[in-house]
């Protein structure tokens, strides 16, 4: 569908019309846009309307509207598309359904990541997961124990070199584990954690793929069915 199709809302249509001018470069990256008087003007349109078309090119990564300043043509960058949409999917994680699902796209995303960590880690990355590993150790039992936890898996994921994975687990991993369901015995579940992180690094270490992925998967399994068990008590609720 193009950019004249009646199908298109006018903020749509608006919205396209200027991001072609961004990428064309009628309009330069860093140009500040038209007041929004001038742009009502333009587009024969409504100011909510023009501003709901700004605020979809802010999504998109075409708009920098920051430091108090007016609008500004901007290019998308992986970064900006990713951080665009974390307020949507974070909106998610407030639900104990939303979360389980993402506990499960972690474990798949995170056993994916073992098994390249065991095939290619090398001496440095795998001596970064051995301090990460030591600090969680140390933490067994403190409030500190969740930031060691999410920093054992930040440096394990950081080993497969891809920034998209990387940027999404920043994103979200510290989420998840802050909104996990509490456990009875919080310090029997930090050992129990360390003691799969220690699997975890020794298979890397050792280049045991197979041990590395299946103690991946049953370490981030447990988190899921933790959700997903939290998800199916709470469901009754939202019927009454």
């Given at each position: 569908m193009?950019?004249?199709?009646?199908?298109?809302?006018?903020?749509?249509?608006?919205?396209?019309?200027?991001?072609?001018?961004?990428?064309?470069?009628e309009?330069?990256?860093g140009?500040?846009?038209?007041?929004?008087?001038?742009l009502?003007?333009?587009?024969?349109?409504?100011?909510?309307t023009?501003?709901?078309?700004l605020?979809?090119m802010?999504?998109?990564?075409?708009?920098?509207?920051?430091?108090?300043?007016?609008?500004r043509?901007?290019?998308?960058?992986?970064q900006?598309?990713?951080h665009s949409?974390?307020?949507?999917?974070?909106?998610?994680?407030?639900?104990?359904?939303?979360?389980?699902?993402?506990e499960?796209?972690?474990?798949?995303?995170?056993?994916?990541?073992?098994?390249?960590?065991?095939?290619?880690?090398?001496?440095?990355?795998?001596?970064?997961?051995?301090?990460?590993?030591?600090?969680?150790?140390?933490?067994?039992?403190t409030?500190?124990?969740?930031?060691?936890?999410?920093?054992?898996?930040?440096?394990?994921?950081s080993?497969?070199?891809?920034?998209v994975?990387?940027?999404?687990?920043?994103?979200?991993?510290?989420?998840?584990?802050?909104?996990?369901?509490?456990?009875?015995d919080?310090?029997?579940?930090?050992?129990?954690?360390?003691?799969?992180?220690?699997?975890i690094?020794?298979?890397?270490?050792?280049?045991?793929?197979?041990?590395?992925?299946?103690?991946?998967d049953?370490?981030?399994a447990?988190?899921?069915r933790?959700?997903?068990?939290?998800?199916?008590?709470?469901?009754?609720?939202?019927?009454e």
């Open positions: 193009d950019s004249t199709s009646p199908a298109l809302r006018m903020s749509d249509l608006i919205a396209n019309r200027l991001i072609a001018s961004i990428r064309s470069g309009l330069p990256q140009q500040p846009l038209p007041p929004e008087r001038e009502c003007e333009r587009f024969d349109a409504s100011r909510p023009v501003r709901e078309a605020a979809q802010q999504m998109r990564g075409f708009l920098d509207s920051g430091g108090g300043r007016r609008p043509a901007s290019r998308p960058s992986l900006a598309i990713l949409a974390a307020g949507n999917i974070r909106d998610l994680m407030g639900d104990a359904e939303g979360g389980a699902h993402l499960q796209m972690r474990q798949f995303i995170e056993t994916g990541a073992a098994r390249e960590a065991a095939m290619r880690g090398d001496r440095i990355q795998i001596a970064r997961l051995q301090d990460a590993l030591a600090l969680n150790e140390t933490a067994i039992g409030s500190d124990f969740a930031d060691t936890d999410i920093a054992f898996h930040r440096a394990l994921v080993i497969v070199g891809n920034p994975i990387l940027t999404l687990h920043d994103m979200f991993v510290s989420d998840l584990l802050a909104q996990r369901p509490p456990v009875k919080p310090v029997r579940h930090d050992r129990m954690a360390h003691d799969e992180h220690r699997a690094y020794e298979a890397v270490l050792n280049g045991d793929v197979l041990t590395a992925t299946d103690v991946m049953h370490h981030l447990r988190s899921y933790a959700r997903l068990s939290a998800a199916r008590q709470d469901a009754p609720s939202k019927t």
